[in-house]
């Protein structure tokens, strides 16, 4: 006998709510995609510009500080846009603007002029700001505490993907013949060298007017999606009974702390994709070659993130992951100081398969308990995220007074600090 088909009658709320899940966790994942190739092309923009701008390190780790101290500025308006407009309108709002901050490099390539590109890189980190504000917690609340740090490894293989193929992909363009074209430079006088620089600042056009377009067209689908809402505020019983006499943010010790490791964290993770390309062509290595390593540091980095989805939280916690990657970092950052060559940049890249679980494993440490306040503790650790902003321009300053290689025991304290994070800060509730 035939057995009617089941009907959208006979699905159960469990199943509904599993297909919404899912369904959910593709936009997101597509959104995270977004976030690394955007992110990671700073890679390959720092060596460009420094040499179409003709910069010195400092200047030219620049691009990294214009793109994060957005998150620093941005994090807490960015929370109450979330308040008016709710999760979907505000991711859509985030793209459009990061789609603005790709056109201001038009005018920033046609005139050559560094500032107009730090204001581009400032612009898009402000919509990554507000993308991050509303992403990060949602794929937090997205299901089980427990596998939190699971679900956000998975969004880390989206984002590290992508961000492994963008600088492979705007090097191709941005860094074509760039050995060749430096050892022209200093052969030519003025009228020359500004002639091929500016042909060089010309590259980046086409990619950003593509980038720009991809952002907008993204920004409806988000529109149209049938993305949920999710309710942040909601507290259960007992987060409600313990935050009875809480009236601020900072009555929260394991966020406070959380947001210092998330800004030391992102420094570092910075570092390690956003210098390496400069760190190996001031090893001896040829740009052609160099231009590659940011990618080799993503896909250790999407090694790492497979290893947290197979073994959190069957095997290990997430406390326990975070000790592990901070331990990890030091030895890595160790191994890059003392060693050489292709040695060296072999283990600044393998800093990405240490930092892999770190952002995963704070973000659900840091905000557990929050109730209400989460919405404000999450505007907290995207603030947190200008430690990309900060220590990669002290890297840079270190490096012009010592040299490139030495500059690299800035993410020493950084890892051991993460590594009380995991084993005791986040405990702390007085």
């Known amino acids: 006998m035939l057995k009617r088909a089941p009907s959208a009658q006979d699905k159960s709320p469990e199943t509904t709510t599993s297909t919404t899940q899912i369904r959910s966790i593709i936009i997101i994942g597509a959104l995270f995609f977004i976030f690394g190739f955007v992110t990671w092309l700073n890679s390959v923009l720092i060596p460009y510009l420094k040499i179409a701008c003709e910069l010195n390190n400092f200047e030219s780790y620049m691009v990294a500080f214009a793109f994060y101290i957005s998150y620093l500025v941005m994090a807490i308006p960015s929370a109450w846009v979330l308040k008016v407009t709710g999760f979907k309108k505000g991711m859509s709002a985030g793209l459009v603007v990061m789609a603005i901050g790709a056109l201001v490099f038009l005018p920033a390539a046609m005139t050559r002029t560094y500032s107009l590109f730090l204001l581009g890189l400032f612009i898009q980190g402000t919509g990554l700001a507000v993308l991050q504000t509303a992403a990060n917690p949602y794929i937090t609340i997205l299901g089980p505490r427990e596998s939190a740090a699971r679900r956000i490894s998975i969004m880390g293989i989206c984002n590290k993907i992508a961000g492994a193929l963008a600088p492979i992909i705007l090097g191709a363009i941005a860094l074509k013949d760039a050995d060749a074209l430096v050892d022209r430079l200093a052969h030519m006088d003025l009228a020359q060298k500004a002639m091929e620089l500016n042909a060089l600042a010309e590259r980046v056009i086409t990619p950003y007017i593509i980038m720009t377009a991809v952002l907008v ?152 308990g929050l109730g ?37 025991w800035l993410v020493i304290p950084c890892y051991l600090f993460l590594w009380f994070y995991g084993s005791v800060g986040h405990k702390i509730r007085r």
């Open 217 to 368: 067209l993204l920004a409806v689908l988000i529109y149209l999606s049938s993305l949920p809402e999710i309710d942040t505020d909601h507290e259960d019983e007992t987060v409600a009974a313990a935050n009875t006499s809480k009236t601020s943010i900072l009555q929260f010790p394991q966020l406070m702390l959380g947001a210092l490791a998330m800004f030391l964290y992102v420094g570092v993770e910075v570092m390690a994709g956003d210098t390496i390309i400069s760190y190996g062509a001031s090893q001896g290595i040829a740009l052609s070659t160099a231009k590659f390593f940011t990618s080799l540091t993503l896909g250790a980095m999407i090694v790492g993130y497979l290893i947290g989805i197979v073994t959190i939280p069957k095997y290990i916690t997430q406390e326990r992951a975070l000790q592990i990657s901070a331990i990890t970092g030091a030895l890595f950052g160790l191994g890059a100081i003392f060693t050489t060559g292709y040695t060296s940049v072999l283990f600044i890249s393998l800093l990405g398969l240490a930092n892999s679980l770190v952002f995963p494993a704070i973000w659900p440490l840091a905000i557990a």
């Open 372 to 408: 209400r306040f989460t919405k404000i503790g999450s505007s907290f650790l995207i603030m947190a995220i200008a430690g990309g902003a900060v220590l990669p321009l002290i890297y840079g300053y270190l490096a012009d007074e010592f040299n490139p290689q030495q500059a690299y």
